[in-house]
């Protein structure tokens, strides 16, 4: 698959590399052209380009800038019309105490709005990013992703991607279930800046066999 | 310990046959004198009584009426002081749409604004009621159940009641985590109204040992 990036930070980065080590066709964004240009150096693939081009290139768009960015990042973009853009924001106030937006909206609903030519699946926000290198992940017990969004073909096609990852896909349906997922990403926040826990944690869905 | 269940309902009956079986001194309160009688029966042990009783009774009380009741049950208790309420509710609008309130707030934080003078805890609301039964739950991987609360003895206790149910306990600080908490929940109401999964779902929380 065609994947391009857009925001190479330490989210966008790695998943990229995830996948260019699967065998995906990668093109890493970043407004900051120096970053996107390291971010091809350690995935060891991959190519580096600007905003504009990286939303052009994928078939499918990662949108992973910071979260105060995403309108500018989606502006840069043009309507990105049929692709499948997964966007992996959590909408958090500037201090990091918690959320900025809530029950009767979320982070994805907005980008979807944005960009209503696009097909937005929400994905990989429920995910420290140290968890991405697979050295650092419980060996046991497969991590899981959460995702949601309002087209099957596009959920379908994240479930893949976040299998060739090697996570654990847990389908939860239409893209307003991101309201529940935003503030499960925040629990794993305050669980590692309140309560001091290491980044490595994850949650793992149980579900009867 | 003594318990005092206000509620035995589905949650509460459970919740308390699982600690006659642990060793504790369990009183099944009710509104309806009926079904905290039958609460004694299926728990084979404990007691039974009403509402105002049972608050007295316990000094760990496990606050399980429907949402929507709350305040009343609250009424019903009088002010509980110094002891530990352990609450399970989840703010859910009647529609079950969503939840009520969000994160300015939570439904744990309302409890302790009512009951000042008690030790408040949440914990138990994100499982689904028929993973109390030891024979429901997947057998390899041991269900999480998160707890928050501003008492450090309190949410001491708490955990070692989580541990009796044979449930793994995550302390998760302060009771305001409650507000990601509460969404956590709506998400395994949602994958089962919405997305048809079957109710013996669950969370597992991963940690490096």
Not at 34 to 58: I, L, M, T, Y
Not at 104 to 116: G, H, L, N, Y
Request: aromatic residues 8%; glycine residues 8%; proline residues 8%.
């Amino acid at each position: 698959v065609k994947i391009g990036i857009i925001g190479s930070g330490r989210m966008g980065a790695a998943l990229g590399a995830l996948w260019v080590r699967a065998g995906h066709d990668v093109c890493f964004g970043d407004i900051d052209e120096a970053k996107a240009q390291a971010a091809v150096e350690a995935a060891e693939g991959g190519r580096a380009c600007d905003v504009p081009h990286a939303a052009e290139f994928g078939d499918i768009v990662l949108l992973s800038p910071p979260w105060p960015k995403f309108r500018e990042a989606l502006q840069m973009c043009g309507p990105m019309q049929g692709k499948i853009v997964i966007e992996i924001l959590n909408p958090l106030r500037p201090d990091f105490s918690g959320l900025e937006i809530g029950f009767d909206t979320s982070a994805a609903e907005e980008v979807a709005k944005a960009v209503p030519q696009a097909r937005v699946v929400k994905a990989f926000n429920v995910l420290p990013s140290p968890l991405l290198d697979p050295a650092k992940r419980p060996s046991a017990e497969k991590i899981s992703i959460f995702f949601c969004g309002d087209d099957p073909e596009a959920r379908e096609l994240t479930a893949q991607l976040i299998t060739d990852c090697n996570f654990d896909p847990v389908d939860c349906g239409a893209l307003k279930a991101a309201r529940y997922l935003e503030p499960m990403a925040m629990l794993l926040m305050h669980m590692v800046f309140q309560q001091k826990l290491p980044a490595e944690i994850g949650f793992r869905f149980l579900r009867p066999a």
